[in-house]
């Protein structure tokens, strides 16, 4: 069992940035890959980024490509999604998620467990 709580979300200017992070429970978060979704109001939820269980590849949706930094910190059990250059359009809650697999994926039913989100909001 992987328990996960996102934070750092909160209201920041367009083309600022933020830092998210995720703090998992359990020993075995060194062995999941994580993922950083999101959705925003009347939307469906989308996939942003992922990274394995080493922190040694990510991936990323090209929507925010060179954007979006996804980093691992498997001694504080914490993942972070570091957004720049911030859009209007990136408004939604933000949540991290948990693949057992290691490797990650694109597809959210891949992964087991979720955090409760945290709200990012981009003004003008």
């Known amino acids: 069992q992987v328990q996960l709580v996102e934070s750092g979300g909160g209201l920041v200017q367009a083309g600022g940035s933020l830092r998210l992070s995720c703090l998992a429970s359990?020993?075995?978060?060194?062995?999941?890959?994580m993922g950083w979704f999101r959705q925003a109001p009347g939307k469906e939820r989308e996939f942003l980024g992922g990274i394995d269980w080493s922190g040694g590849s990510t991936f990323y949706e090209n929507s925010v490509k060179g954007r979006f930094t996804i980093s691992r910190d498997n001694a504080k059990n914490t993942v972070y999604l570091q957004m720049n250059s911030l859009k209007l359009e990136d408004t939604a809650v933000y949540y991290c998620a948990a693949d057992h697999d290691g490797y990650g994926s694109r597809i959210g039913v891949a992964y087991e467990f979720w955090g409760q989100g945290t709200q990012v909001t981009v003004s003008s």
């Open positions: 359990g020993r075995t978060f060194s062995s999941y890959a």
